[in-house]
């Protein structure tokens, strides 16, 4: 077989057009919030974007390692789609120069780096964890990370391209993913922590990793799913994929989002029931301030709505119903996201400058800049190989697999 | 290259697996299939056996005399404490209600997820689950202190005008155990039909004959038969998945509502639910061993079964891990002293012995499974999964006690220990559970016949020209 490489065509084309339109509308608005918002705005603005397709690129890279794990068969012809929108790993730390950066101004978004921090007994008890060099550490041991999982296990999914009578590169990946699961399982966790839990310093929650990984990974299925749509009805890839891999998707997707309303259901619940101050201090501040409708909007977006959707079988074969799916689902992961990090940061805002401000227009700008910077850095892997695992040794099983 | 040439190449080299392993030695036939395992209900009762199910009988029956005195002479012969409300027989509970989840996981999850492997061991597995929740309301009725009063914990109408407190934890419990045991039973059943209509075609005996025939309610194994089946299973997978998770979500919930230091803490509903599936999932290993051994089953619950199952433990046992870590870490992070000392106190306390037995049982002995040398050895995988079967328990009488026995004031410090009453009825539970066991082997399929059948290699249809099936 022969590789498959999309990069001329008319939709990679599109992708990138639409990825450069993107970058620039994002950059004006970030500049127009910078400029009217103040900085603390500016800056949550970035993170959401930043964090929002920095946590789906490195969850791409989850769902490789967990394929590979698996030696699941029914996903080889849409992993190399997985593998190719990880193409931010490189320069999350580039990325996430800006967020140092505003570590060491006066208008921080993270309270423990303000000055005042040594003012606060817990935030004084916790300068063992949350402090600027700490953190920037840490930040760099997960860039270095990631991108050792990218240069692994896309490096031999691409390997396996060339030679498919030779699988030594899927062995490789197949005898060493589970540490990589391992090494994701971990850094996500605890860069969650440090970019959005410690956005409320006071607060934490056992529960954090599990729950922002719920989000992430029903986030990155929807993406798979809408590209692989995408290319589906641009007629590339027929040959390789097939309503099988729809379905799965479909339910992946349907299950994930019912996963991720058990852990965000189980965190509050335990969190309302329990009522100790300084746990509830989190939802509480949440539940006011005009934060509450988007808690609403979570419930029927993240939840109720993807579940009614997605629910039946025979609309998980059907493409438009799963674009609805995969949208309301992205929709709902950036307010989950949005909610999360607004809030807190408004706070801040009114501490620092005595300015409050609650959601707007200017939360999506951070989102479509980097919006676009995924787009056009998939486009670039696009460019670069095949469009399917071309070498490997499932990839019949999965073309032909009937469930 | 063609995919079938391809194929061939990687099976012609000795030293390289299959990329797909055969999950059923021998090439049966579907005759052998339903011979072989319909043998072991028409084969005569050994004296063995009837030894064996006269050990664990007794002990079902000591447990049963325990259980009597406790009920006779109130709950005050155990060794519970002011501090110490919770001892043995709620760790007992959690722990069986653990061990009854590897079953539906295997029937639902693995189902759903199509993962052919499971035939060989599902029917087993869910007879457990059954088995371990009867053993687990046991003892959580007997920890009510007056267990004929136990309809109480229903809530209907009565003249007097007594009402459950819906907001009580220990409520969402009776709910929870109760759907999740009758809907496992009926999965159980529901996925048992085919089989007894097989056995009642194939034994001899007329007594037997009426049995299976009553039981698998007129099976004719019709198209049409095998249509409704199929769904009904499949629905019966997507009712059971959610209940994998709810149930012991439901446990934990137990402590994490109270505001316990040790108890409280986000992360418990996933964290039990990992932990049960771990500690199910090494019970049905520990069983299936000697199962296979004893019924000589090594054709259908093959190496490779047994491979998977112990990856599964693998990586439970280190989402256990991440749990421990996770609440050590947050104990720290949180900065509340209360937090931090618990966890301190577990670690080092009174009870340290029964935490570092935690440690190294659920968390270090699986991380051997990393060999695939190990993760074939049959005697290394039944003395590991006895050690996380002992070490799940330890995890919930670390929770329970060690969050109990320090009480906010040290005037009301105390330590715990079970008197004999409480071990004879943990020792009861297990009679019961064997027992049952035991009964299920010999009278029941212990393997899904229908379902092996349909993963032999040419059984499943295949597109165009890849007529030569791949396992």
Known sequence: MTSVNLGSTPLIAKMQKVGFALIVLGALGLAAVFITGGQERFFADYLLGFWFFTGISVTMLFFSALQYLTRAGWSVSVRRTAENFTGMVPYVALFAAPIIYNLFSHHSIYEWSHESAATDHLLVAKSGYLNTTFFIVRIGIYCLLWFGMLRFLVGNSVKQDSNASDITPTRKNWKRAAPWVIVYALSITFCSFDLLMSLEPHWFSTMWGVYTFAGHFVASISVLALMTIWLYKAGLLRQYITSEQFHDLGKLMFAFSSFWAYIAFSQYFIIWYANLPEETIYFEFRMHNQWEIWGYILIVSHFVAPFIVLLRQDVKRKMNFLIAGAVIVLFSHFVDLAWIIIPAVSKVAAANSGEQFTMGWQELTGWLFFAGVFLLLAVQNYKKRSAVPIGDPLLQESVHYNS | ?471
Not at chain 2, 241 to 257: K, Q
Not at chain 2, 327 to 343: D, R
Request: proline share 4%; aromatic share 16%.
């Open chain 2, 1 to 471: 290259m063609t995919e079938v040439q391809e194929q061939q190449k990687l099976h012609a080299d000795p030293h390289d697996e299959p990329v797909r392993e055969a999950l059923v030695l021998g090439s049966p036939t579907l005759r052998d299939v339903t011979a072989r395992i319909a043998s072991i209900v028409e084969s005569k009762i050994t004296a063995k056996y009837l030894l064996t199910l006269m050990v664990t009988a007794s002990m079902a029956g000591w447990g049963l005399v325990a259980l009597g005195y406790t009920i006779f002479v109130g709950i005050g012969v155990w060794g519970l404490n002011n501090p110490v409300g919770w001892g043995w027989d709620i760790t007992n509970f959690v722990f069986w209600i653990g061990i009854g989840h590897a079953g539906t996981l295997i029937s639902a999850i693995l189902y759903l997820f199509r993962q052919k492997w499971r035939t060989a061991i599902n029917r087993s597995a869910e007879a457990m689950t059954i088995f371990a929740v009867l053993c687990a309301m046991t003892m959580v009725l007997s920890h009510t202190g007056r267990p004929w009063l136990f309809y109480w914990l229903l809530p209907y109408p009565n003249q007097m005008q007594m009402w459950v407190n819906f907001r009580s934890p220990l409520m969402w419990d009776v709910f929870a155990v109760n759907t999740y045991f009758t809907v496992s039973l009926m999965f159980w059943f529901i996925g048992l039909i085919p089989d007894l209509a097989t056995l009642r075609n194939y034994v001899k005996s007329k007594i037997a004959k009426t049995v299976y025939g009553i039981l698998s309610l007129g099976w004719t194994g019709s198209n049409r038969s095998w249509h409704h089946y199929e769904i009904a299973y499949m629905i019966l997978a997507g009712i059971s998945t959610p209940l994998v998770l709810s149930v012991h979500s439901v446990v934990s919930m137990d402590f994490t509502v109270g505001i316990m230091p040790g108890w409280h803490t986000t992360i418990f509903p996933p964290y039990f639910v990992a932990g049960a599936i771990f500690s199910g999932f090494a019970m049905v290993m520990t069983l299936l061993l000697i199962v296979r051994e004893v019924l000589d089953l090594k054709q259908f619950i093959t190496l490779k079964h047994l491979d998977n199952m112990n990856r599964i433990m693998l990586a439970t046992g280190m989402m256990v891990g991440y749990a421990y870590s996770m609440e050590m870490f947050i104990a720290w992070y949180s900065g509340n002293p209360w937090e931090k000392w618990v966890f301190i106190n577990r670690a080092f306390g009174d009870y340290a012995w029964a935490y570092w037995t935690m440690v190294t049982c659920n968390v270090v002995s699986p991380q051997v499974f990393w060999f695939k040398k190990i993760r074939r050895s049959i005697p290394v995988m039944f003395v590991i999964s006895i050690f996380i079967n002992i070490g799940m328990w330890f995890e919930r009488f670390t929770i329970i006690a060690t969050s109990l026995h320090h009480d906010f004031l040290p005037a009301s410090w105390g330590y715990y220990s079970p008197t004999w009453v409480e071990i004879s009825i943990f020792v009861g539970t297990f009679g019961i559970f064997l027992t049952l066991f035991l009964l299920f082997a010999k009278f029941v399929p212990v393997i899904a016949i229908s379902e092996v059948k349909g993963i032999l290699p040419g059984s499943q249809p295949k597109h165009g020209s890849h007529t030569e099936g791949h396992a």
